[in-house]
């Protein structure tokens, strides 16, 4: 019989012989094309911890396509999660598409940091959101007609 050791999520366990459904975590490397290309394909993306609440993540949904990257955030005080798709960058060579999936994410998470939404926002409901703010201070000479921005 196998040894029964103390519950770590981390470790793996050896039960009777058998593994246990807590597994260890496998190491992946998303910073070379030989390490992703190892990945088996999921709908979950695997993430990469750039920073404390700042992941990238590189989802591989099929073998011979490739995977497309994604940032994401976590508000340490809500523990709520945010993320952004950052897209597949198949425009680069594969080894530069880490680093430019990297340099995106950052730039997000820049934007958070600088008080920024997550929220993903249309130029229409910008415009009327300034619109509202404009009428809100009484700025009447400002005038900007809603109606054009539909067409």
């Known amino acids: 019989?196998?040894?029964?050791?103390?519950?770590?999520?981390?470790?793996?366990?050896?039960?009777?012989?058998?593994?246990?459904?807590?597994?260890?975590?496998?190491t992946v490397n998303l910073t070379t094309v030989a390490g992703r290309d190892k990945l088996p394909p999921r709908r979950e993306p695997y993430y990469l911890t750039l920073m404390q609440g700042c992941a990238l993540g590189f989802r591989k949904m099929s073998s011979d396509?490739?995977?497309?990257?994604?940032?994401?955030?976590?508000?340490?005080?809500t523990r709520k999660s945010h993320k952004r798709a950052l897209g597949v960058f198949d425009h680069l060579v594969p080894s530069e598409?880490?680093?430019a999936a990297k340099a995106a994410a950052d730039a997000w998470f820049e934007h958070l940091g600088a008080g920024g939404g997550a929220q993903v926002v249309?130029?229409?409901?910008?415009?009327?959101?300034?619109?509202?703010?404009?009428?809100?201070?009484?700025?009447?000479?400002?005038?900007?007609?809603?109606l054009h921005l539909a067409a």
């Open 1 to 26: 019989m196998g040894k029964t050791v103390k519950f770590s999520p981390r470790r793996s366990h050896k039960i009777s012989g058998r593994f246990s459904y807590f597994q260890a975590r496998a």
């Open 65 to 77: 396509r490739a995977g497309a990257w994604v940032a994401r955030y976590t508000n340490s005080e």
């Open 122 to 146: 249309t130029v229409k409901v910008a415009c009327e959101s300034y619109v509202k703010h404009i009428r809100d201070c009484g700025q009447v000479a400002a005038r900007v007609d809603c």
């Open 97 to 99: 598409r880490f680093v």
